[in-house]
């Protein structure tokens, strides 16, 4: 029955003084609706491969060159049973291989994905299976597990166990199409979206030896599946990886011709426990699934800001509140209220605030969850039955907020109810402290946000605005399936195909550098190098500085022809401005880079051709190498980029390619997807710098009013004896600004070493300008002034007579 009595007299309160509890609700709402959605997405991605039994038990096998800037996931095919043999405590392994086939079914061929794995995948991965048993994917090497939604997929509702899959595939070498016959034995539950490891098609690894008939599974000199480790209780992982290391180098030389050996430190490896994967991939090279911690820390800190601010204005608000009923907690208290009844009471009531707040952001979910999905960019579903785990955690902690929030309460103004009246005056002045204190907290942050916004938004202007030295756009790269005579002809006979080339992608995320010795000083340098046509430098718009562009001598008919009939001794390259500085060349125009046989016959301007966290590299671009590229750039008009495109499309029918096959021969590059998380950041800074901005306005309105309220004596007193409206405007409004003043002093060298340090990651960046600071002191300022303006000139402008006539 206290219960009630208690919520029915909150209830009633708020009722009386609704504007200035609708404020509080307001702005908490807002808070709790932005953290919710940021708590979700959270909890989601700390979800990931947290499913496993083994999570804490397996490891993946990363490798690292000794000159790239990625690690690469895969492995030599013997490499796991090696490291079992030798190596104690590895308790199993795992290999997983995707690779294409084209699956026939019902008259319809669609290209697949299958991933070929060992039988222990079902024993190391929480992946159980609804039918068959793993013993029959063990003993038969043309053996298949479907996931369900597979399975329904091809067999509708029929039992798939023992049904048979056609798939084929064309042979690398011969061009010819081979076919293979596959069982069904399993049927597996799907697998979640929070898992790192996806498929819907999982074949026994040992039918890869028919499909490629070559002994790969002996073989140390080709790399294809990724590599898990089970090793419990792992106590020295670095230990563990130079012990890997060491005996990749020993069985890598001894099935290795001399010439190909390698030397140690020219390839490392590095493990990474599962539950780690998804947060630790960012520089892992073809990593599908992935995450940023950094990214997610900066969500942390959005939520606790936010919800920060809310709770510091519940309680600029309520203590205003609070203190006009310091007479009426007395009286609770002569009526034999405990000091426990009346922290209680504070308490519930937050509770009560902030049950209501939650409330409004479950109904409003649906309203913003598609737009907060697109700015976090994820397909993260809630779903009340299965995240009730998250929903309730969340509410957990919203309820302990409201409960401490209810302690400060109370502990601020115990000896208002408790003390003598002297001792409430003097915790009036403490009060008064507190709340100019939050405020100045508000503002401080949000000097800070609006700081750190302007600069992300700038770094992203100079990101997209920067001059790469070439044409990034209307550009895209096709591999012809070895049909080259064929594409130069198509290409050659469309207008609106400005120009193009045989060779790589000029733009790329990984890079290598290999060494070379440059001139008759044989001056070591690592560099990087592109393979291109004599088209390559037009098709990208590359500036010569220096000299003439090469002349290639090879051609290739197919990927394994070669037309030699013009070969020479030197192969002609040009290099960029940054292998001149670095091989510092005075003269580079005939100069040999004598290790490889190539010679220097132009120079071209430095392009930025890898993201701009990198800085330039030395780069050689040539045709005649010693390896080869089969794919095409093209440069094209982008009034017909249809056209280009059905003409493409056109090309491939030819061959009897499926649209799912030849789809993925032909690949734009969008330089924008580059810098997605920059763009993500920027929004998102945005985004919280609006609902700061409300929270702030709100608390500032709130103080404002409770400062009037305080001084209305004051005010009418003054206005008695002769001051103006706009002094008494000053008086109220200097206030206001040497917060802003206080909060500017913290808040700029705090913003500054933050963007220092977030800039470090580039190694192009804008510079941190002086007027983006005082820009946003300005901004806060005026924001604050025309926050309270309205209250401050409703105090200013009210009849002194109404203020002092109690007096």
């Given at each position: 029955?206290?219960?009630?009595?208690?919520?029915?007299?909150?209830?009633?309160?708020?009722?009386?003084?609704?504007?200035?509890?609708?404020?509080?609700?307001?702005?908490?709402?807002?808070?709790?609706?932005?953290?919710?959605?940021?708590?979700?997405?959270?909890?989601?991605?700390?979800?990931?491969?947290?499913?496993?039994?083994?999570?804490?038990?397996?490891?993946?096998?990363?490798?690292?060159?000794?000159?790239?800037?990625?690690?690469?996931?895969?492995?030599?095919?013997?490499?796991?049973?090696?490291?079992?043999?030798?190596?104690p405590g590895v308790k199993n392994y795992v290999r997983v291989l995707t690779d294409r086939f084209v699956l026939s079914q019902d008259g319809q061929k669609t290209e697949t994905l299958f991933q070929m794995t060992d039988p222990?995948?079902?024993?190391?991965?929480?992946?159980?299976?609804?039918?068959?048993?793993?013993?029959?994917?063990?003993?038969?090497?043309?053996?298949?597990?479907?996931?369900?939604?597979?399975?329904?997929?091809?067999?509708?509702?029929?039992?798939?166990?023992?049904?048979?899959?056609?798939?084929?595939?064309?042979?690398?070498?011969?061009?010819?199409?081979?076919?293979?016959?596959?069982?069904?034995?399993?049927?597996?539950?799907?697998?979640?979206?929070?898992?790192?490891?996806?498929?819907?098609?999982?074949?026994?690894?040992?039918?890869?030896?028919?499909?490629?008939?070559?002994?790969?599974?002996?073989?140390?000199?080709?790399?294809?599946?990724?590599?898990?480790?089970?090793?419990?209780?792992?106590?020295?992982?670095?230990?563990?990886?130079?012990?890997?290391?060491?005996?990749?180098?020993?069985?890598?030389?001894?099935?290795?011709?001399?010439?190909?050996?390698?030397?140690?430190?020219?390839?490392?490896?590095?493990?990474?426990?599962?539950?780690?994967?998804?947060?630790?991939?960012?520089?892992?090279?073809?990593?599908?699934?992935?995450?940023?911690?950094?990214?997610?820390?900066?969500?942390?800190?959005?939520?606790?800001?936010?919800?920060?601010?809310?709770?510091?204005?519940?309680?600029?608000?309520?203590?205003?509140?609070?203190?006009?009923?310091?007479?009426?907690?007395?009286?609770?208290?002569?009526?034999?209220?405990?000091?426990?009844?009346?922290?209680?009471?504070?308490?519930?009531?937050?509770?009560?605030?902030?049950?209501?707040?939650?409330?409004?952001?479950?109904?409003?979910?649906?309203?913003?969850?598609?737009?907060?999905?697109?700015?976090?960019?994820?397909?993260?579903?809630?779903?009340?039955?299965?995240?009730?785990?998250?929903?309730?955690?969340?509410?957990?902690?919203?309820?302990?907020?409201?409960?401490?929030?209810?302690?400060?309460?109370?502990?601020?103004?115990?000896?208002?109810?408790?003390?003598?009246?002297?001792?409430?005056?003097?915790?009036?002045?403490?009060?008064?402290?507190?709340?100019?204190?939050?405020?100045?907290?508000?503002?401080?942050?949000?000097?800070?946000?609006?700081?750190?916004?302007?600069?992300?938004?700038?770094?992203?202007?100079?990101?997209?605005?920067?001059?790469?030295?070439?044409?990034?756009?209307?550009?895209?790269?096709?591999?012809?399936?070895?049909?080259?005579?064929?594409?130069?002809?198509?290409?050659?006979?469309?207008?609106?195909?400005?120009?193009?080339?045989?060779?790589?992608?000029?733009?790329?995320?990984?890079?290598?550098?290999?060494?070379?010795?440059?001139?008759?000083?044989?001056?070591?340098?690592?560099?990087?190098?592109?393979?291109?046509?004599?088209?390559?430098?037009?098709?990208?718009?590359?500036?010569?500085?220096?000299?003439?562009?090469?002349?290639?001598?090879?051609?290739?008919?197919?990927?394994?022809?070669?037309?030699?009939?013009?070969?020479?001794?030197?192969?002609?390259?040009?290099?960029?401005?940054?292998?001149?500085?670095?091989?510092?060349?005075?003269?580079?125009?005939?100069?040999?880079?004598?290790?490889?046989?190539?010679?220097?016959?132009?120079?071209?301007?430095?392009?930025?051709?890898?993201?701009?966290?990198?800085?330039?590299?030395?780069?050689?671009?040539?045709?005649?190498?010693?390896?080869?590229?089969?794919?095409?750039?093209?440069?094209?008009?982008?009034?017909?980029?249809?056209?280009?495109?059905?003409?493409?499309?056109?090309?491939?029918?030819?061959?009897?390619?499926?649209?799912?096959?030849?789809?993925?021969?032909?690949?734009?590059?969008?330089?924008?997807?580059?810098?997605?998380?920059?763009?993500?950041?920027?929004?998102?800074?945005?985004?919280?710098?609006?609902?700061?901005?409300?929270?702030?306005?709100?608390?500032?309105?709130?103080?404002?009013?409770?400062?009037?309220?305080?001084?209305?004596?004051?005010?009418?007193?003054?206005?008695?004896?002769?001051?103006?409206?706009?002094?008494?405007?000053?008086?109220?409004?200097?206030?206001?600004?040497?917060?802003?003043?206080?909060?500017?002093?913290?808040?700029?060298?705090?913003?500054?070493?933050?963007?220092?340090?977030?800039?470090?990651?580039?190694?192009?960046?804008?510079?941190?300008?002086?007027?983006?600071?005082?820009?946003?002191?300005?901004?806060?300022?005026?924001?604050?002034?025309?926050?309270?303006?309205?209250?401050?000139?409703?105090?200013?402008?009210?009849?002194?007579?109404?203020?002092?006539?109690?007096?």
């Open positions: 029955m206290y219960l009630f009595k208690i919520i029915k007299e909150y209830l009633r309160r708020i009722v009386r003084n609704y504007k200035i509890y609708a404020i509080t609700i307001l702005g908490m709402s807002i808070a709790i609706i932005a953290s919710f959605h940021i708590y979700f997405f959270v909890a989601k991605e700390y979800s990931v491969d947290a499913f496993h039994e083994h999570k804490k038990d397996v490891y993946r096998v990363l490798s690292t060159g000794k000159y790239s800037n990625l690690r690469q996931k895969s492995n030599v095919m013997p490499f796991g049973q090696k490291i079992k043999e030798k190596i222990a995948f079902f024993e190391l991965f929480s992946f159980p299976l609804k039918q068959g048993n793993v013993l029959d994917f063990k003993n038969k090497p043309n053996g298949v597990v479907l996931s369900e939604k597979k399975a329904n997929e091809l067999f509708l509702n029929q039992n798939p166990i023992g049904k048979v899959l056609n798939i084929s595939k064309e042979n690398f070498r011969t061009k010819a199409i081979e076919s293979w016959q596959l069982e069904v034995v399993g049927v597996l539950k799907d697998i979640p979206k929070t898992s790192t490891i996806q498929g819907d098609s999982f074949i026994n690894i040992a039918f890869f030896t028919q499909v490629y008939k070559d002994d790969f599974e002996v073989g140390w000199n080709s790399s294809f599946p990724e590599l898990y480790l089970q090793v419990p209780d792992l106590q020295n992982k670095a230990a563990f990886e130079t012990q890997i290391s060491k005996l990749f180098l020993e069985n890598y030389n001894l099935n290795n011709p001399v010439k190909f050996h390698q030397k140690e430190g020219d390839q490392k490896f590095s493990i990474q426990r599962l539950d780690a994967i998804y947060f630790d991939s960012e520089d892992v090279d073809r990593q599908v699934l992935k995450g940023s911690r950094q990214f997610v820390n900066v969500l942390w800190l959005i939520g606790f800001l936010t919800l920060l601010l809310a709770t510091t204005n519940y309680i600029i608000m309520n203590l205003g509140l609070n203190l006009n009923r310091a007479k009426e907690f007395q009286s609770r208290r002569y009526l034999g209220a405990s000091k426990l009844n009346i922290l209680g009471q504070l308490s519930l009531e937050s509770i009560i605030n902030v049950s209501l707040c939650f409330v409004i952001a479950l109904l409003t979910y649906p309203l913003f969850s598609d737009s907060v999905a697109s700015l976090l960019d994820f397909t993260y579903q809630l779903n009340y039955i299965t995240d009730i785990g998250i929903v309730l955690s969340f509410f957990a902690i919203l309820v302990c907020i409201a409960f401490m929030t209810g302690l400060l309460q109370y502990l601020i103004l115990y000896s208002a109810i408790f003390a003598s009246t002297k001792g409430a005056k003097k915790i009036n002045f403490s009060i008064s402290a507190i709340i100019k204190g939050l405020i100045g907290l508000q503002l401080f942050l949000f000097i800070t946000i609006i700081c750190c916004a302007i600069i992300v938004q700038k770094q992203n202007t100079f990101l997209q605005n920067k001059d790469l030295g070439f044409n990034p756009e209307n550009i895209i790269s096709i591999y012809p399936n070895r049909e080259n005579e064929a594409i130069r002809d198509l290409l050659a006979s469309k207008s609106y195909v400005a120009s193009f080339s045989q060779g790589e992608e000029l733009f790329r995320t990984e890079f290598r550098l290999d060494e070379y010795e440059v001139g008759t000083e044989k001056q070591k340098i690592s560099a990087t190098i592109i393979q291109g046509d004599g088209n390559y430098v037009k098709t990208h718009g590359i500036e010569l500085v220096q000299g003439r562009n090469f002349q290639p001598f090879l051609t290739y008919k197919t990927l394994f022809d070669w037309d030699e009939r013009k070969k020479m001794d030197i192969v002609e390259v040009i290099v960029n401005e940054e292998f001149v500085r670095k091989a510092n060349l005075k003269n580079p125009i005939g100069t040999l880079i004598s290790n490889r046989d190539y010679k220097i016959v132009g120079v071209f301007k430095n392009t930025y051709n890898t993201p701009l966290y990198n800085p330039i590299q030395p780069t050689i671009l040539g045709f005649d190498f010693s390896f080869s590229s089969n794919k095409y750039q093209i440069a094209y008009n982008p009034t017909f980029k249809k056209e280009l495109l059905n003409d493409l499309y056109a090309f491939f029918e030819k061959f009897e390619l499926s649209k799912a096959v030849y789809q993925n021969y032909i690949h734009e590059f969008d330089y924008k997807e580059v810098y997605k998380k920059e763009v993500q950041l920027k929004n998102l800074l945005q985004l919280f710098t609006g609902i700061v901005l409300v929270i702030a306005v709100l608390g500032l309105f709130a103080i404002s009013l409770f400062i009037t309220q305080n001084r209305t004596k004051e005010i009418g007193v003054r206005k008695i004896n002769g001051a103006t409206i706009l002094e008494v405007l000053k008086m109220l409004n200097k206030t206001f600004v040497f917060w802003v003043a206080i909060a500017f002093v913290f808040a700029v060298p705090i913003s500054y070493i933050i963007m220092q340090k977030w800039l470090q990651n580039f190694a192009f960046k804008t510079a941190l300008s002086w007027w983006v600071f005082a820009l946003s002191g300005l901004l806060v300022l005026l924001i604050s002034l025309l926050a309270v303006s309205w209250q401050t000139y409703k105090a200013a402008t009210q009849n002194p007579v109404k203020a002092l006539r109690d007096d």
